[in-house]
């Protein structure tokens, strides 16, 4: 059972939904009628031999966004490369599938209404076979704002009527034919950036791949292509639409069609028909305050001009790729863009952008290419904070005036991720010799909805080991302990060194098996409180005869609760 600090109302909502749900598969459920059923949350430990099918069932009392993705091993295959089918009821009708979303491993996503559904994995060969895992989670649905309007919505040049829409707003549509092409169109009126995603919104049966591009009108009625299309091959996900420089005041549409994928061969084909869904994002420039740069020196968090996001930047770069700091804030998991231009009365001609957290690590780079150019940074930053933007010369001796231009936005998602520091370096050994180390299976990621598995190996056989859960590595204990807290002080070698390197908010208690390895698993809540949440966690294991303290210490980890990973 955890023991729960009140110091933070983020534990429970963390808390809440802690009672795992990792269950073993049930064989026979090689047919239809043998389906097993799948209960949201949770995630079925599972095998593939060689032609093998596995069938699951489930049932949603109401719509929900519904995720049926595999995991890999720990093994020497340790990504089985697994194909995952969504069926209606009697499972004749395919309504989604998914290939190689995560690497070998497969990662369907869709919005279903009320009712109830199959699913089969398989091998994608003959000849696949080996242990996997399937997580299925379901997550509320995304409320729709804009539905496509009548055929035909497509080229306005060949006589098509596009669908206006309000930026920010989530669309819903679908195509006829491999050939249909929807069009959506909207009006910028200041300096802007804007985003477009294809995700899992969209209802079935499901369009199985998408391609989305930017044009502009460059006379009444007439547009051009501009910017990087973003097509996947073996989804129905696009997610890297760009434009490479922000839009100006005008009018602008975004075009849905089929993707560049081969149509393939069925199980595993391509219809290129089907409904599809949008999220949509306008990062606005305003310019509502002008913010100079601080005193110099100004390139540490001392020094650093404060800003809000939306405002223009101002300062001078004097070489020798000098840094001009300036601080803002985000409440939430918020996208950001920064874009550098010469300012006035001597304009540079080449200036970057790096962005920095409160530690001072270098979270992202945006360089400009060369003289006659200028960095560009858009970043998701998943979690509430004060952050800092730096403006620097993209050459070493470039010197001059700049402006940098801010924008923010909610983010679209928040792409879940697990970090482990190197056992080699960060877990001291117990009396057998080894570290104990936290590990994951491949493409094993903390997501809102799911039950999340950690592995601990490398300890003794039946050992007692305490896993500690927290929300910092700064400091523990109400602020009060600096991290990492060295339990062996009189240890000489340092790699041989206890640290407590995790603030012990909660902690559990378990045995590792006969091999020395245990399972620690928890279920996130399905809900955005925990989007973007980072979450800490280490293993103390009892070991009377390693030191006077009588213990051994595992690695660490860090966890960002999110919704997938790309």
Not at 35 to 42: D, N, Y
Not at 65 to 92: C, E, I, M, W, Y
Not at 170 to 177: D, K, P, Q, R
Request: hydrophobic share 40%.
């Amino acid at each position: 059972m955890l023991r729960i600090s009140p110091l933070l109302p983020s534990v429970l909502a963390l808390a809440g939904g802690l009672t795992a749900q990792r269950v073993a598969e049930v064989e026979p459920n090689d047919t239809l009628a043998q389906a097993q059923v799948l209960i949201p949350g949770s995630q079925v430990t599972a095998n593939l031999a060689a032609g093998d099918q596995d069938w699951f069932q489930f049932t949603l009392a109401g719509s929900g966004q519904v995720h049926l993705r595999t995991t890999g091993n720990f093994s020497v295959n340790p990504s089985v490369d697994t194909v995952v089918f969504l069926f209606d009821a009697a499972g004749t009708t395919r309504l989604a599938w998914n290939d190689n979303a995560s690497g070998l491993l497969s990662d369907l996503g869709a919005t279903l209404p009320a009712g109830s559904y199959t699913v089969q994995v398989v091998g994608k060969t003959g000849t696949t076979a080996g242990d996997y895992g399937l997580d299925f989670i379901v997550l509320p649905a995304l409320a729709i704002q804009t539905v496509e309007g009548p055929e035909p919505n497509g080229d306005p040049g060949l006589g098509g009527v596009p669908t206006p829409i309000t930026l920010g707003d989530t669309i819903e549509g679908s195509l006829a034919a491999p050939t249909d092409t929807d069009w959506y169109t909207f009006s910028v009126t200041t300096r802007s950036i804007v985003q477009a995603i294809c995700y899992d919104d969209g209802g079935v049966p499901q369009l199985d791949n998408t391609r989305l591009s930017f044009f502009q009108e460059v006379n009444p009625g007439v547009y051009t292509a501009f910017g990087t299309a973003s097509s996947l091959a073996t989804s129905h996900r696009a997610f890297n639409l760009a434009h490479p420089t922000a839009l100006l005041p005008g009018n602008y549409a975004i075009q849905v069609d089929a993707g560049t994928a081969a149509a393939g061969t069925a199980p595993f084909n391509y219809t290129k028909t089907g409904k599809y869904a949008l999220r949509t994002r306008l990062l606005a420039m305003p310019g509502t305050n002008l913010i100079a740069e601080g005193p110099e020196p100004n390139n540490t968090t001392f020094g650093a001009a404060a800003f809000q996001l939306g405002d223009t930047l101002t300062g001078f770069c004097s070489g020798s790729n000098e840094e001009d700091w300036f601080a803002f804030s985000v409440n939430g998991p918020t996208t950001i863009a920064a874009m550098c231009d010469s300012g006035s009365p001597t304009p540079t001609t080449n200036q970057d952008l790096r962005l920095y957290d409160l530690s001072g690590t270098l979270l992202s780079t945006a360089t400009s290419g060369g003289p006659g150019s200028h960095g560009r940074l858009i970043f998701t930053l998943p979690q509430a904070g004060v952050y800092f933007l730096a403006a620097y010369g993209g050459a070493f001796a470039a010197t001059g005036d700049y402006v940098v231009y801010t924008a923010a936005t909610d983010a679209m998602f928040v792409a879940a991720a697990w970090n482990a520091q190197p056992p080699s370096t960060n877990a001291c050994p117990g009396s057998n010799g080894l570290r104990p180390a936290l590990t994951v299976a491949s493409t094993e990621v903390p997501m809102a909805g799911s039950t999340f598995v950690v592995r601990l190996q490398n300890t003794l056989p039946n050992a007692i080991a305490i896993p500690i859960f927290g929300f910092s590595r700064e400091l523990a204990v109400g602020n009060t302990i600096p991290l990492p807290y060295d339990l062996t002080p009189a240890e000489p070698n340092a790699f041989n060194k206890c640290m407590v390197r995790v603030d012990p908010l909660m902690s559990s208690f378990m045995v590792t098996d006969g091999a020395g390895v245990g399972w620690i698993e928890y279920r996130f809540p399905a809900s955005q409180a925990v989007r973007g949440l980072p979450f800490f966690m280490q293993a103390m294991l009892v070991d009377m005869a390693n030191n006077p303290l009588g213990v051994s210490m595992s690695n660490d980890a860090r966890m960002l609760v999110g919704e997938r990973s790309y």
